[in-house]
């Protein structure tokens, strides 16, 4: 029954990071910093303690900042608390003491538009600069986190941004030709930067028609229910576009539902927590290789 799905399926949607790319980070040299002070490599340590340091990396991310960090450097910073990341809050967060000083304070490292939402004392002027940073660096594919901490005061300064390159995997494109020489249609699904997702997927020759979240359905946030004119109203729209960017895992599975309501034998790639409902969904679904227990499931 499953090689008879595998065979019959028209569209294929597939998660990026780690799906369509090797999900191994590399850091650039690239660090824009908003707080006077600051570098590339306290910008690092302060990602540090946003993430359990003294535990071994959850994700791609976490390895590569604990492994820029001289970890050893950190044995007077206790966590008092921490806040995991989570794939619709879009950030991490810890509660750390100085041991030393004895001083209190947040650090969290995330998406940047989640983040800057956090600084109370962002001006226009900031925005503006913030905004014009992540607009250059992702219109080249160039990955972004937001690192921020609060001040004696309690309030949230933004520090600056980290930032990284996931390549794509090597037969990624060959796959991709592949699929369409036989009728497939591929469609990208990822939670990152619209304009990230738009460099991506041109290079994958996908197509850059990329819808992000302001389009595209939601569940009823009462009941949790699908929209009930989903494909009547959603169908075209989603059949016409290429991908889909800063998306919720929600929209991943609305977005397979929406193909199958339409008839279309649809696929679904992953390999993380927030994509097990759409990989559940799908007439086909694919967990990769190092995908989590939840999408495996």
């Known amino acids: 029954s499953a090689i008879e799905d595998m065979a019959g399926m028209a569209i294929l949607c597939s998660d990026k ?42 994700d791609a991310l976490d390895t590569l900042i604990l492994g820029a ?14 806040m995991p990341f989570d794939p619709v809050v879009k950030r991490t967060e810890g509660t750390v003491r100085d041991q030393v000083t004895g001083a209190v304070f947040k650090v969290t490292k995330g998406a940047p538009h989640v983040i800057l939402k956090l600084v109370q004392r962002a001006n226009d002027s900031m925005i503006s600069q913030v905004e014009s940073d992540i607009f250059e ?5 160039v990955r972004c986190l937001a690192v921020a901490r609060t001040d004696p005061l309690g309030e949230w300064v933004l520090l600056g941004l980290l930032t990284f390159l996931d390549p794509p995997r090597p037969d990624t ?20 930067h619209l304009l990230i ?10 197509g850059t028609e990329i819808l992000s979240p302001n389009v595209l359905p939601n569940l009823d946030p009462l009941t949790g229910q699908k929209p009930a004119d989903l494909s009547d109203q959603y ?3 989603i059949l016409e576009a ?10 991943k599975y609305l977005i397979v539902e929406c193909l199958r309501e339409m008839g279309f034998k649809t696929g679904m790639t992953g390999d993380g927590v927030n994509d097990a409902p ?12 190092g995908s989590t227990d939840a999408a495996r499931a």
């Open 69 to 82: 960090v001289d970890v050893m450097s950190l044995g007077h910073m206790e966590l008092l608390e921490h």
């Open 173 to 192: 494109l060959q796959t991709i030709l592949d699929s369409k020489k036989y009728g497939v249609a591929v469609k990208m699904i990822t939670g990152d």
């Open 278 to 289: 759409a990989l559940k969904r799908a007439d086909v679904g694919i967990a990769v290789q």
């Open 235 to 237: 169908g075209a729209m």
């Open 197 to 206: 997702a738009k460099e991506t997927s041109r290079r994958l020759m996908l």
């Open 17 to 58: 990071t780690g799906t369509m790319t090797l999900n191994k980070m590399q850091l650039q040299p690239e660090a824009p910093i908003y707080c006077k002070g600051e570098s590339q490599y306290s910008l690092l340590r302060y990602a540090a303690l946003a993430a359990k340091w003294k535990e071994p990396a959850k």
């Open 242 to 251: 290429d991908g889909f960017a800063e998306v919720f895992p929600e929209h």
């Open 137 to 141: 660096l992702c219109s080249r594919g």
